[in-house]
């Protein structure tokens, strides 16, 4: 599976599809709960800390040179790759749980907003199928169906041109972060929505090496950036704050605006497509699952994805409600968070230890 190499364009692809999901349907309610009047512009900052997150991950890059950090972390210590056998474990499960949680939390938001009769166990699992499907085929073919999946979602974004009309700049205030509600809960909110450029340090040994190839995780980080920025503002243009406190999901009630004499409820079409989006976000967990535990036993891809799918499903059987999916799904992706920021830091101490110590 090591042998295979893409192409660093795909990084951009790769990044924007794993980073954006279901939680751009209610984030402008989530940014003006948490920042009040002029909420919006939260989405700079917390995309520039965002940033700095991958310019580590870029410093890891280029001292790696292609080497996986696995190789990185086992070379601090003669005996750390059996110590680290249990960290391994518990983190290929911790993203398969993960994994299965966002699948589990999308099917309950359509049951919820379109299809009340869905079963959601169901669901999941011909969610996890295909996803076993995918992973399995190695990171080369998910990085060119990502490609396909974000040419057949991107466009989703210029149906925003139809509100410009009614797009109104006195909806905003001169008041900053006014009526705002836990105001620092909402940065560590904001941020894990822009989780899943973390993903990029399992793929070192899987890029080929192009002289600034990593600028296109930037470039798909940017445009993550750009879409929020975009989306949110048009939010705050069209409604009221206390209408986006109210909206649980108000960009699919603004959706629900457009009108076509040749399509009805364009909403629910947007929301089935972003389930393409879903889907590689999960694909992305797992693989990053299945390359950890590959350091710790040798079976095959396909017993190792089928045994994560298996526990990741398995763990998430008790969470039964939507309540219970979404509390779920909010400590999986703090802990998460939690993962994006200090492992590149460990992975950096570890390199500079590394070459002082060869002088």
Known sequence: MQNEKFKPLYLFFITYMTQTGIVLF???NIIANHFGYNGWIMIIPISVVVLIHIGLIAIIYSFNKGESIFQTIESFNSK???ILMPL???LSIFWSILS????????????FLYFPQTDVQWFVLLTLIVTFYLVTRGIVTIAHICTIFFFLSAPIILLLIYFVPDFSFLQFS????NENKDF???IIELYTAFLGFEVILFMFPYISKEKSGFKYVFWGHFYTSFVYLIVTLFCYGFNSIHQLTRQVYPV???MKYIEFDFIERLDSIIFILFYLKVLITITMYVWISLVTLKRVVKWSDNLIVFVLLTVGYLSTLAFLTKKESVFLLSALTKVQLLISVFLPLILLIIIFNKRRSNG
Not at 100 to 111: F, L
Not at 174 to 177: D, E, I, K, Q, V
């Open 184 to 186: 620092y809960g909402g």
């Open 252 to 254: 699919i009630n603004l």
């Open 88 to 90: 391994y474990i518990s």
């Open 174 to 177: 001169t008041f900053l972060f």
């Open 26 to 28: 209610s984030l402008p």
């Open 100 to 111: 299965v949680t966002i699948a589990k939390h999308y099917v309950h938001v359509m049951k």
């Open 80 to 82: 750390a790759k059996m």
